[in-house]
Nanobody, 119 residues
Framework: QVQLVESGGGLVQAGGSLRLSCAAS????????MAWYRQAPGKQRELVAAITSGGSTNYADSVKGRFTISRDNAKNTVYLQMNSLKPEDTAVYYCAARTVVASQAYDYWGQGTQVTVSS
């Protein structure tokens, strides 16, 4: 089992920045990938950024060059630095973790944190 707790959301003006944090606890040794997803009202949840245990990253095209995902292994925390925010970035942001145990994958989700970007 993995528990995820997000923090750092809020209200910001367009062009501003926010940093989201996701603290993991529990069976963290088995985490292979951590990621940030978001879901805007009336839209499907979408992948924003992901980082593997080896440090490889990938980003949605819509956030490339503006968002950066990173991890602090000592703190068991993943961050999402969001710069040059746009109103279309407004969404609930969720932290996710995938573990692989005996070739079986399990996905865990945080409770979500609201990000609102005003124009």
């Amino acid at each position: 089992q993995v528990q995820l707790v997000e923090s750092g959301g809020g209200l910001v003006q367009a062009g501003g920045s926010l940093r989201l944090s996701c603290a993991a606890s529990g069976s963290i040794f088995s985490i292979s990938v951590m990621a940030w997803y978001r879901q805007a009202p009336g839209k499907q949840r979408e992948l924003v950024a992901a980082i593997t245990s080896g440090g490889s990253t990938n980003y949605a095209d819509s956030v490339k060059g503006r968002f950066t995902i990173s991890r602090d292994n000592a703190k068991n925390t993943v961050y999402l630095q969001m710069n040059s925010l746009k109103p279309e970035d407004t969404a609930v942001y969720y932290c996710a973790a995938r573990t692989v145990v005996a070739s079986q994958a399990y996905d865990y989700w945080g409770q979500g944190t609201q990000v609102t970007v005003s124009s």
